[in-house]
């Protein structure tokens, strides 16, 4: 800066707990450096990546953002779990990880209610083990002989496999899975499927993916034990704890224990070379399963299905878990059935399976959301400048009203949506910004953009429709962060017109030198507008097909080519007949701004008939 020895430093982050503790090391390693004392850089870099892990979104909702965003689809995390906005305004949708907004509360219910579930599924044709809720291991035992062993035992609210075993075949193993079971809800019991435990992923009408699932298990080499084997598989950099790795770490708990026990070994066995010791009968990747992709061996009726309980239950995104030996033939023919139905189901097991192509799930949610060709955009317009911000704002959201849109509009005024204020204040800045892309009321939106939030946090926006600059003048709003010169000013101001859409307009004062110079740093189209018709830019523009606006003869004129459409002054009363040339170059770049929002003529002439400004 221009003050020796004060430095700003611009860091890159994805997540910004994470980018200001990583500056925060680097500061510490420097000093430490200078200092020549001791500095712990791996304790550091564990720091980065544990704290990296709590912060970033989990790898389901990430695929769906990864894929939102490559449709150029905005998006915004709402919270620090898994809830985010993608689109803005009017055209907004939600996600909370693989659920969607348009899911009900009740589906949801019905889902996370196993009992219920299955009752439906019978009632709609769908093949379900026999079973029911129990209260207490007696009443567990009495159903398990009613129903034949091998049963399934786990809560009847649950998820992620927790608390579930299967292939229970005596009294002493249902009383371990009976309290694994009750740790987490009610309990119950139903008929154990033998098989193969597949996840099938449907989104919509369609079935985008499927997995075989395998419990966790490890191979015997004659040398290790089991626990030094789990230990040993446990290594894989592809399993971590929770959800973040593609893979989870084994568990070792009391079901491991059971389960070994019911092959005759202990954690302190030392299995012969090649035999397959299983540590748990469920296949879930959370208790560190692996998965193997089967989506094109998908049998059309299981398909069928599977979509069937989707709709039953009423999930747009839905894990529908199946057992059968295999899913080339149909379930009825192989005495497999539907185990259980699922609210935002983990995509892991789908994106990066253990062995097999992953698939574009993310994608099929994002396309179940948006149609294609829709990328969840409302029309937006920043209106930066020296003098006339306001104004222009306010007349731009006029114009628009004017076109029957719902309009949301921040200035230094405060927020208003649809006519109504909603905040007060000087609300020219980008928290403002973001406020009025969520309100689901907003078909379009205008922003006032002043250059305190441009230097605080940038723009509330990725992108938008149309850049308006109104002039830079002399530069009356210098010394702020260190914007000392007009040149400084004209560098800030321009950051809308490099951030408009690569297919729209920015609309820019040609008479004002500093405006005119940042045409080469627009991405769009510019089109100029000035009070002199004889201006050497409006010619240049005209003589290549392109748009001007410019004053003649008492009236406002747009031009392209041989098209004119004219405005009379007279007909616009804040101007007073053209005589305050500041509201004058307001309406022209108002006008300007509607021409590129494609805003009917009729509308804009009824507008600025009708705008008024009182002598403030």
């Not at 097991?349 to 099929?364: I, N």
């Not at 009236?555 to 101007?575: H, K, N, Y």
Request: proline share 4%; with cysteine; net charge negative.
């Amino acid at each position: 800066t221009v003050d020796i020895g004060v430095y700003q430093v611009v860091v890159a982050y994805s997540e910004e707990a994470v980018g200001r503790m990583a500056l925060d090391s680097a500061q510490t390693l420097v000093q430490a450096t200078l200092q020549n004392t001791s500095f712990d850089v791996e304790a550091a870099i564990a720091r980065l990546r544990d704290t990296d892990e709590d912060e970033r979104l989990g790898p389901s909702t990430g695929a769906i953002v990864q894929a939102a965003a490559a449709r150029g689809i905005p998006w915004r995390r709402l919270t620090q779990g898994s809830m985010v906005q993608f689109g803005w305004g009017s055209h907004q949708r939600r996600i909370q990880a693989a659920e969607v907004d348009a899911t009900s509360a009740v589906s949801e219910s019905i889902a996370q209610d196993k009992e219920l579930t299955k009752k439906l599924l019978h009632a709609a044709g769908a093949p379900v083990p026999f079973g029911r809720p129990v209260n207490n291991v007696d009443e567990a035992w009495t159903v398990a002989c009613d129903i034949g062993l091998p049963v399934v035992v786990k809560p009847q609210d649950g998820n992620q496999g927790k608390g579930v075993t299967v292939n229970v075949t005596n009294r002493e193993h249902l009383e371990v899975a009976f309290r694994a079971a009750a740790e987490v809800g009610q309990v119950m019991v139903e008929k154990f499927l033998s098989g193969n435990d597949f996840r099938l992923l449907v989104v919509g009408q369609q079935l985008v993916a499927a997995a075989r699932r395998d419990p966790p298990h490890v191979i015997g080499d004659g040398i290790h034990s089991v626990r030094e084997l789990v230990t040993r598989v446990n290594g894989d950099p592809r399993r971590g704890e929770g959800h973040s790795t593609s893979l989870t770490k084994i568990r070792f708990d009391e079901i491991a224990i059971a389960r070994l026990d019911a092959q005759g070994l202990t954690p302190q066995s030392v299995p012969a070379k090649g035999r397959r010791i299983v540590l748990r009968n469920n296949a879930n990747l959370s208790t560190g399963g692996t998965a193997t992709d089967v989506t094109d061996d998908v049998h059309p009726e299981i398909a069928a299905n599977a979509i069937a309980a989707a709709r039953m239950v009423g999930l747009h995104v839905c894990g529908v878990d199946i057992v059968c030996e295999s899913v080339l033939h149909p379930m009825r023919e192989q005495q497999g059935g539907i185990v259980e139905v699922n609210a935002a189901p983990g995509l892991r097991m789908h994106l990066s399976p253990s062995f097999g192509k992953g698939r574009p799930v993310g994608e099929a949610i994002v396309s179940h959301l948006f149609g294609h060709g829709d990328d969840g955009r409302i029309p937006v317009v920043a209106v930066t400048g020296t003098n006339g911000k306001t104004t222009t704002t306010r007349l731009i959201a006029h114009l628009m009203a004017a076109s029957s849109l719902r309009v949301g509009m921040t200035n230094t005024d405060g927020v208003y949506v649809n006519g109504h204020q909603i905040d007060s204040g000087d609300c020219s800045g980008p928290k403002s910004a973001r406020n009025v892309l969520m309100h689901p009321d907003v078909d379009a939106a205008v922003f006032e953009t002043a250059r305190g939030g441009i230097l605080r946090e940038g723009l509330g926006f990725d992108r938008c429709q149309v850049a308006v600059v109104t002039n830079i003048g002399a530069g009356d709003h210098l010394g702020l962060n260190y914007i000392t010169t007009v040149e400084d000013l004209a560098v800030l101001k321009r950051v809308i017109v490099q951030n408009v859409a690569p297919t729209v307009d920015a609309v820019r004062n040609a008479a004002d030198p500093m405006v005119y110079a940042m045409g080469p740093s627009c991405p769009g189209n510019v089109i100029f507008f000035t009070a002199d018709h004889r201006h050497p830019a409006k010619a240049t523009q005209r003589a290549q097909g392109k748009r001007t606006v410019y004053v003649d003869d008492g009236a406002i004129v747009a031009a392209q080519g041989s098209w004119r459409e004219r405005i009379a002054l007279s007909d616009i009363p804040f101007t007073h007949n053209g005589s305050i040339g500041f509201q004058v170059e307001n309406v022209m770049s108002s006008v300007v701004a509607a021409w590129s929002l494609v805003l009917s003529w009729d509308a804009v002439r009824h507008g600025l008939s009708s705008f008024s400004t009182d002598a403030k």
